[in-house]
Each structure stands twice: as C-alpha cells, then as structure tokens.
C-alpha cells in the first residue's frame, strides 16, 4: 500500500502533467487558429474591374478555397496573390489589397486572389503557417491553368505567411517560373521562440509541450518550418522583398534566403511595415512587382 506522502506526490505530478498538457494544447489551439475577416464590401468591383466569385480544390484536394478571378483581356500573363496569417483577399496591405490588385491588373495582369484555407471564406482549416497552404497555392495555380494560361505565364505573389506559401509551393513544383516572396520568415520557430512570451504570457517551459500536441493533432511541427531548408529546390526567378521597418519579421530573414537560392534577388523596401509595402509606397512598391513579372513570365 502507498504511503500517504507517495499518494500525495503522484496526485501532485499528476495534475501537474495535466496542467501542462492543458496549457500545451490552449497555446496550440489558440496559434493555430485563423481568424475570420472578409468584407465583401472590399471587391474589385469598387475600382471597375470585371471579376468572379471563385471555388476551386487545393492541390489534392483537402480544401475548397474561396477566390475572385479577374480577367484579363491580353491573356499575357496571370499572377496568383496570396495574403499572409489572419487576413484574405479583401483586407491585405492594410485595407488596400483591392487599390493593389486594380494596379496589378491596369498594368495588364489577369488575378486570382485567394482566400488560403481557414481564411475570409475558404473551408475550415488549421495554420500550418505554410505547410499546407502551399497546396492552396497550386490549386489556383491549376485554376489559372484550366483558364488556358500556360506554367510559364503563371506568378506567384505572397505576403508574410503567404510569402512562405509560395515559396514553399515553387519548391514542390519546378513549373512554377516566377515569385515574389514579401516580409517572409526564412525560420518559423525562430519568429515562434521571439514572439512566444508577447503571444502566450507563459514560460518557455509550456513550448516542447505545444511542439508535441501540434505534432499529434495537427501534423505539423511548428518549430521545424523552415523555407529556407527548401529554397534551395526552387527553380523559378525569385524576387525577395522585405519591408524595411519591419518589426516582426527582420529583413535579414529574406537576405538569408535569397543567399540560398543563387540568381534571387532582395529589395528591402524603406519606410515599409510588416505586409503593408503597398500602402507605404504604393507607386514604388507597383514597380518593382510589375517590373519583375514583366521580366519572368512570358506567353
């Protein structure tokens, strides 16, 4: 029979293991989630555009994503542009991601604007803060394809998490010729280790627990997602740009990536914020993306 102060000290390590699994599994639920923001108000029709309300699968098919098409009367080349954690397409670059997306298109680009999966009004879905998102990538990349736009005329432009998607996405499929990677992390769980205190007022104790509970439930290893591992399996032109004031990401994340991937090029953009290039500079920031694209897509 159990003493009393044996009975009492694995009652204690008891809840104490159940106190850390539980907070282990809150902070996983809690960074895991997307949240919602669409407004439907925001839409190309405000700047005179022609557009259609989208859905098509991710690449293999484990997401229905939600999208504008814009077309483009020249058929010369289309880009796929991708919002970073928590946004969508109506409310990207501070609000101004439909001002952005009539820029693009008056310079002569057909649009896909996607919602990725667990955002604006794409199905349900955890963050894999890349991971999974790639394959929402692809899929408007093979939307665009069944448009009757070639690989070659296909780019891809993403923005914080949304810049990881496409280079991760460039990296799975060597058709992928162009990619505009902006404000993205090269490390996630060095981003995750920086910001863990600011984003769950608990020790960094609680985070070998998360790492579990996100590998069982979720199937993803949030420290182990790192771009920069598969940069070096992209065969597309690659344009990294990083905002220069950006307090959340350091733009030495996408110097250090772009010095895995020879031939890429880095613009640190001055005055710019984390994902707000175009509402910084909207002229500057409109060059350089058509500028590049112009340059690497070709019918």
Not at 57 to 86: C, F, N, Q, T
Not at 257 to 281: E, N, Y
């Amino acid at each position: 029979m159990k003493s009393p102060a044996l009975r009492l000290l694995t009652w204690t390590v008891a809840i104490a293991v159940s106190v850390y699994l539980l907070l282990a599994f809150a902070v996983v639920a809690l960074l895991s989630k997307p949240q919602r923001t669409f407004d439907a108000r925001q839409n190309p029709g405000q700047r005179g555009l022609a557009y259609q309300d989208i859905r098509f699968p991710a690449r293999g098919g484990d997401a229905e994503l939600a999208g504008w098409y814009i077309p483009h009367d020249s058929h010369r080349a289309a880009l796929v542009m991708v919002h970073g954690k928590g946004g969508s397409r109506t409310n990207e670059q501070n609000g101004r991601n439909v001002e952005f997306l009539a820029a693009l298109h008056q310079h002569g680009f057909a649009l896909v604007a996607l919602d990725l999966r667990g955002h604006g009004q794409s199905s349900d879905a955890r963050f894999s803060f890349g991971i999974h998102e790639s394959r929402d990538v692809l899929g408007a990349v093979d939307y665009l394809s069944s448009k009757g736009y070639s690989r070659r005329q296909i780019g891809l432009h993403g923005v914080s998490m949304g810049a990881a998607s496409v280079l991760l996405a460039a990296a799975q499929d060597p058709e992928v010729p162009a990619v505009i990677a902006d404000c993205g992390y090269s490390d996630f769980g060095r981003v995750l280790r920086r910001e863990w205190y600011n984003r769950t007022h608990l020790p960094s104790l609680v985070m070998p627990g998360s790492r579990m509970i996100a590998k069982l439930w979720l199937g993803t290893d949030l420290l182990a997602v790192r771009p920069i591992d598969q940069v070096p399996k992209i065969k597309s032109q690659v344009l990294f740009t990083h905002a220069g004031l950006d307090g959340l990401i350091p733009p030495t994340d996408s110097q250090e990536m772009s010095a895995k991937l020879p031939g890429s090029t880095v613009w640190i953009q001055p005055g710019a914020r984390h994902a707000a290039g175009f509402d910084a500079d909207p002229e500057a920031y409109t060059r350089h993306i058509t500028e590049f694209f112009d340059k690497t897509l070709h019918n």
